[in-house]
């Protein structure tokens, strides 16, 4: 048997105690436990080394016993997950005792992932005789994280990360960027043109991070006034200022433990940078019309339209604020930068306002496919929305595809935007103006099965590509008598 018998023992009574059944049946529990089990004596020298840690680290008890665990050079992992940590040891760890995700050096000096779990041996007389320390390797529980991390990432190429579409180059970079920030408690500024989602990436930070569990919560910084700002941020007295007639609690304090997303953080006056500045470094609030500080422990996520560095260098934003809240930077694309993720984007509008205004929309014409992919969007993925809502509207109930004439004024009337014409649908060949109702039957069943053949058989993203909704390419797909098993 590995390991010397010399270890301490703790004193307790009945026959749950291990000292009652006896030496033998003492080292044989040590030596059947899956992970590895050693023992420190007072003086921080390792007096027992059982099989598993044999295994774990390739020293044997011979090469360890008597020496201190330095050939391990144990070190908490800086990229330890909670998730990882709770897999192994569901039960938190009491006084005296922790567990922690930690990396360990075997004997050909790879690092091996493992959970570390300690606990102090103390005498009758309150001296303490040693400690027991016990590893779990978790390299298989972090490949499996990371092949799920894999897999969301493979989702969201797809079209799809959570409430966010696009598989452009610029999405997946963000994609990729949430992932990274979701799951630690950094301070993240995100910077956008108004329109492009600043909010849903707020949402998909918080929804991955620690915090999810807890209050996400969102104040508009430019929306009101410096006094009514500070009371909504940090609270108020009843008295602080008229029509305060009760003692309130602000934003932050509602958040604690959670998220506090701060839009148009630019707005903020210098007075309330100040307190802000204090909130975030100090973890504290104080409320209107009060002087006692309370103690807050909120994640901020700030989000603005304009260049955040600039104003900070030009002295209109607090530059020490501006680190404080920009651990990492997050930009979101504009809608023009990523036009290919328009006709992903059409179809999620178009089975929303199916189910809001009880419709079977189907299609949109290649005309009007045209225009959207050629407009430039100042307004972004809320105007987009804005002008494919406005189809719904006009057009009439019977109709199972959106035509140009049904989009705003704007876009329908071929009008230039930004000194760049329409590119017209003739522009995009025979191929485009298939997809319409009109189209060949024959034209039609060779269109669908190569959208097929290019999405893998994905029906989602071929009717994408067919610049269908998937109740529309099912429809297409029987008129045309292509299984859809």
Same mark, same amino acid.
């Given at each position: ?75 908490? +992992? ?66 499996? $994280? ?33 992932? /990274?920030? +979701?799951?630690?408690? +950094? ?16 949402? /998909? ?10 209050? !996400? ?27 305060? +007639? ?61 260049? !955040?560095?600039?104003?900070? $260098? ?30 992903? !984007? ?98 039609? $069943? ?17 009717? $994408? ?21």
């Amino acid at each position: 048997m590995a390991g010397s018998q010399d270890y301490p023992t703790a004193p307790g009574p009945g026959p749950a105690n291990p000292a009652a059944l006896g030496e033998e049946f003492r080292a044989a529990m040590l030596e059947a436990v899956p992970c590895a089990v050693f023992v420190f004596n007072a003086a921080g020298r390792i007096v027992y080394w059982n099989r598993s840690a044999e295994e774990l680290t390739g020293y044997s008890a011979d090469e360890m016993l008597g020496r201190t665990c330095e050939p391990l050079r144990i070190a908490e +992992a800086p990229d330890g997950e909670r998730e990882v940590v709770e897999a192994v040891c569901a039960a938190g760890g009491g006084q005296g005792e922790h567990a922690v995700e930690c990396k360990v050096r075997d004997k050909d000096g790879r690092a091996v992932p493992v959970v570390r779990r300690t606990r102090p041996v103390w005498d009758d007389s309150g001296e303490q005789l040693g400690v027991v320390v016990a590893l779990v390797d978790v390299t298989a529980i972090k490949r499996a $994280r990371g092949e799920i991390r894999r897999l969301t990432r493979e989702v969201a190429r797809s079209g799809r990360f959570g409430e966010l579409i696009g598989s452009s180059e610029p999405m997946r970079r963000l994609y990729e960027a949430i992932e /990274m920030v +979701a799951d630690t408690d +950094a301070g993240v500024v995100i910077e956008g043109e108004t329109g492009t989602g600043k909010e849903l990436v707020a949402r /998909m930070i918080h929804s991955r991070g620690p915090r999810r569990d807890k209050p !996400l919560l969102a104040v508009n910084c430019g929306a009101l006034a410096e006094t009514l700002l500070d009371a909504e941020l940090f609270g108020h007295v009843a008295g602080a200022f008229t029509g305060a +007639a009760a003692d309130r609690a602000g934003r932050f304090e509602e958040a604690d433990g959670g998220t506090l997303l701060l839009d148009e953080v630019v707005e903020l006056s210098p007075a309330s940078q100040v307190k802000l500045l204090r909130a975030v470094q100090e973890g504290q609030i104080v409320r209107v019309g009060e002087s006692r500080p309370r103690n807050v422990d909120v994640r901020i996520i700030a989000a603005t339209h304009r260049d !955040l560095l600039a104003m900070a $260098r030009e002295g209109a934003f607090r530059e020490d604020l501006y680190y404080r809240l920009r651990v990492v930077g997050l930009a979101v694309p504009a809608l023009r930068q990523r036009r290919e993720d328009i006709p992903d !984007l059409v179809a999620h509008f178009i089975e929303r306002f199916n189910r809001k205004y009880g419709r079977s929309v189907q299609s949109i014409s290649a005309e009007a496919m045209d225009l959207l992919v050629s407009h430039d969007w100042p307004g972004n993925v809320r105007q987009l929305e804005h002008a494919l809502e406005h189809a719904f509207v006009v057009t009439p109930g019977t109709e199972r595809t959106i035509v140009a004439p049904a989009l705003p004024p704007e876009l329908a009337d071929g009008a230039p935007v930004r000194g760049r014409p329409v590119v017209p649908a003739r522009a995009h060949g025979a191929r485009r103006r298939a997809r319409d109702r009109g189209a060949a039957p024959d034209e039609q $069943r060779r269109q669908v099965l190569e959208a097929l053949e290019l999405s893998g058989g994905n029906k989602a993203a071929a009717a $994408r590509r067919l610049g269908l909704t998937r109740a529309g390419l099912y429809v297409r797909l029987r008129k045309l008598g292509i299984g859809t098993k």
